[in-house]
């Protein structure tokens, strides 16, 4: 039942990450417990990220070092957190946290993919009964999902799927510095953000990227995550 | 907070169009897939029909059609499970369809394909008898409640899981009774479990089903989810409040999150009499092992005892009961065995403590008092057979009944892999299903577990499979409990109850199974 994401720098896949439920903490400095970051400028214990709900916050434990949680794909979004400052908010879904060493600027990501969204049901009171996958919009993973969605919410419901490339030429108009790394992080963030169970002929065969692509596209397609008339995002980008 | 005006109708029908031999009324209430209107039969009944086809009806239209301009994909689905249930069920509280028709009007293309459900009419719904309550506890609140768990025993014993009960969806009939109502999001079980699309209602979601993994037949849901939303309800009539506290949907589920992880204690409320602070802190068990050991008739019958009222009559009858008597006589006759296979594993469990104070264990002879040593069954698993078996109280699931189940699934072969099936090890466990019977610290954290399933992990998994099954069996079908317990192990604990017995398919290899169990049953235990 986590609801925050750490992943260490230099971490290529879902073993290195801390999943943090919500209540727990980890220790960031540069040495362990937690995550180390092993570069002498760092404070020895030099902050902690908590878990609260669906957020997150983060306790500057240095003595004299600000730092920064950018969002990357927030166009130069960012906060600075002072020295000493406990347990402050941080109301991004990505996050970079950047923290100055010595003449360099070392940091690691954070994730929080259960944020809420206003359902189209739930603009008014009552209990109504909600779709669990709440995704923001203006978002790149939905720019993903939507190119993968396309063929077959336009056409043919049995279309072959786009190639990761395909997405790319598709997406690039309106993200230029897509690339293969960018589309298949997306893919798998998306996974872990639909709470996507891997289905068993993945685990057991080769064919990681393509059996997931099929699972998200069906599980969008299946509960409308995106729509035929939403199509449009892919060629105007995420209106603002 | 100011009322912004009622909550627009999902679906609009004017008043006066017609539907088949219906014309619609007042409107009557909305939902989020769903809107329902009032409606009046202005056709003759027709042959077929049931007797009692009445004047007024409840129309449920579900905007399935294929032009409407929000396509929208995932409501075929949702109006695809309350039709299948309609018409493969009808108990007496569970609301009841008379008929389905779909619109076919090509001129308006926002109904034009819509499903409609032609329901018996209610008088409201329970979520409007809270609201227009005085603050406290809801007039009459025990005998509701009473009538809610026999709806959703009703339910639960032909083998569905609501998925999404809560005051909105009991439904007030003109008698004063109660209906459940609303099963789009209801499952028809397979096996123990089954699969709900991803909604919930998030004040009436058990704790596992909050952020749980998705598959592509939707999230797996099983009945002890609605126990959970059974006592959430129970709470909320018996004194006006939901259990768990806090002033916002986000802060309530910080309650229930921080109530799953063992931080927080069930505070429920003080005015909740003794036996109803019982029940519902069992229905509000965090986990849903803890959960599923109070399901069933035995809740009903506390809840009846609690609200005073007289039981509901026996669930359900089976098949017409050509012999009583004789039918009476197996089941008591099925009875008396396992309660002597019972007191027999009670023994050697004394008898084991005994080997662990020093005595030496022949694994040969290990619980040979329950399981044959001179029939083929390799002395490398007697132990946890015999172990697995006496992990579950029930009395049914004895080391016989494990060792005939792995003799037929693979003749006790460790290595068998049948990726065609999906099946692996010793027990031919599929690793979706093996999942979910694996103890805590087996069980991945994301993903299924991976082949190869070892003995160690295969067998102690079949034997908390049928623990878990056994229970859900009506103590009415005849015939060997153990054999029963084995055909809802290898189809359904549903199919077995509906078929009334062993499924004719399953014949050839329970008959198998049951030779071997002869076999290897001792002949003082058997």
């Known amino acids: 039942m986590f609801s925050v994401i750490v992943v260490p720098a230099d971490c290529r896949g879902p073993d290195g990450q801390f999943r943090l439920e919500p209540g727990q903490s980890l220790r960031f400095g540069r040495q362990g417990p937690g995550l180390a970051i092993a570069h002498p400028g760092v404070s020895r214990s030099a902050g902690q990220i908590t878990a609260t709900a669906t957020f997150w916050t983060l306790t500057n434990l240095s003595r004299h070092q600000t730092y920064v949680v950018e969002n990357p794909e927030g166009a130069g979004e960012h906060i600075k957190i002072a020295p000493g400052r406990v347990d402050a908010p941080v109301p991004f879904e990505f996050s970079r946290l950047v923290i100055p060493a010595g003449d360099e600027l070392l940091g690691f990501d954070v994730w929080a993919p259960r944020h809420d969204y206003l359902d189209d049901h739930e603009a008014d009171t009552g209990e109504p009964t909600a779709l669990s996958f709440p995704l923001d919009r203006s978002k790149r993973y939905f720019l993903v999902l939507a190119a993968l969605c396309e063929p077959r919410l336009r056409g043919e419901p049995h279309a072959p799927l786009p190639t990761v490339e395909q997405v790319i030429d598709r997406l690039r108009p309106i993200w230029p510095a897509i690339s293969r790394t960018s589309v298949q992080w997306n893919i798998d963030y998306l996974a872990v953000k639909l709470r996507l169970k891997p289905p068993p002929e993945v685990a057991l065969s080769g064919g990681r990227l393509n059996g997931k692509k099929e699972s998200l596209v069906s599980l969008a397609l299946r509960f409308d995550l995106v729509r035929e008339d939403e199509l449009d995002i892919i060629d105007k980008g995420p209106q603002p | ?526």
């Open chain 2, 1 to 526: 907070m100011s009322e912004e005006g009622p909550r627009p109708f999902t679906v609009q029908v004017s008043r006066g169009y017609r539907v088949g031999r219906w014309e619609v009324r007042e409107p009557l209430a909305t939902g989020a897939f769903g809107s329902v209107y009032e409606a009046r039969r202005v056709g003759p009944p027709e042959p077929g029909d049931p007797d009692d086809l009445p004047e007024r009806a409840a129309l449920k239209f579900l905007p399935t059609g294929t032009r409407t301009p929000r396509q929208l994909r995932h409501l075929k689905d949702l109006a695809h499970r309350e039709l299948t249930l309609h018409r493969k069920l009808s108990r007496p509280r569970l609301i009841r369809m008379y008929e389905a028709v779909t619109v076919d009007d090509p001129g308006n293309p926002a109904l034009d394909g819509a499903t409609v459900l032609v329901l018996e009419r209610a008088e409201g719904s329970l979520d409007q008898l809270v609201e227009r309550s005085a603050p406290g506890p809801v007039p009459g609140a025990p005998a509701l409640l009473a009538q809610i768990c026999e709806g959703l025993t009703q339910l639960h014993h032909a083998g569905w899981v609501h998925g999404d009960l809560k005051p909105a969806n009991v439904l007030l009939m003109p008698d004063g009774g109660v209906r459940l109502g609303d099963f789009n999001l209801a499952a028809e079980m397979e096996g123990t479990h089954a699969y709900s699309p991803a909604f919930s209602t998030p004040d009436y979601t058990p704790p596992e089903l909050l952020w749980s993994e998705v598959g592509e037949r939707g999230q797996l849901i099983r009945p002890t989810a609605d126990i959970w939303a059974f006592g959430t309800v129970a709470h909320l009539l018996l004194t006006g409040a939901l259990p768990l506290p806090g002033a916002s949907r986000a802060a309530r589920r910080e309650t229930l999150l921080r109530y799953a992880r063992g931080d927080e204690e069930l505070r429920l409320s003080p005015e909740l009499p003794d036996a109803w602070r019982e029940i519902i802190a069992d229905c509000l068990s965090r986990t849903h092992e803890e959960r599923a050991e109070h399901s069933g008739t035995a809740l009903l019958r506390r809840v009846e005892a609690a609200a005073g009222t007289e039981p509901a009559p026996k669930l359900p009858r089976l098949r017409p009961r050509r012999k009583p008597g004789k039918i009476l006589s197996t089941a008591l006759a099925a009875v008396v065995v396992a309660s002597i296979g019972y007191g027999v594993s009670t023994l050697t469990d004394t008898g084991s403590g005994d080997a662990g104070k020093g005595k030496r264990v022949d694994p040969a002879s290990y619980g040979a008092s329950e399981l044959r040593t001179d029939k083929g069954i390799p002395v490398e698993y007697r132990k946890l057979i015999v172990d697995s078996a006496h992990d579950c109280s029930e009395s049914a699931v004895t080391p016989a009944l494990i060792a005939a189940l792995l003799k037929v699934e693979s003749n006790f072969d460790p290595n068998l892999s049948d990726p065609a099936k999906d099946e692996y090890g010793i027990a031919r466990w599929t690793p979706r299903v093996l999942r979910y019977y694996l103890p805590d610290a087996q069980r991945p954290k994301t993903g299924n577990p991976r082949p190869p399933f070892p003995p160690d992990v295969s067998i102690p998994a079949v034997g908390r499979y049928l623990c878990a099954i056994a229970p859900q069996l009506w103590t009415t079908l005849p015939g060997d409990r153990r054999v029963l317990v084995a055909a809802a192990y290898l189809t359904s604990f549903a199919k077995v109850n509906n078929a009334g017995g062993v499924p004719p398919k399953q014949r050839p290899i329970t008959d198998r199974l049951a030779r071997y169990l002869k076999e290897y049953t001792p002949a003082a235990s058997s």
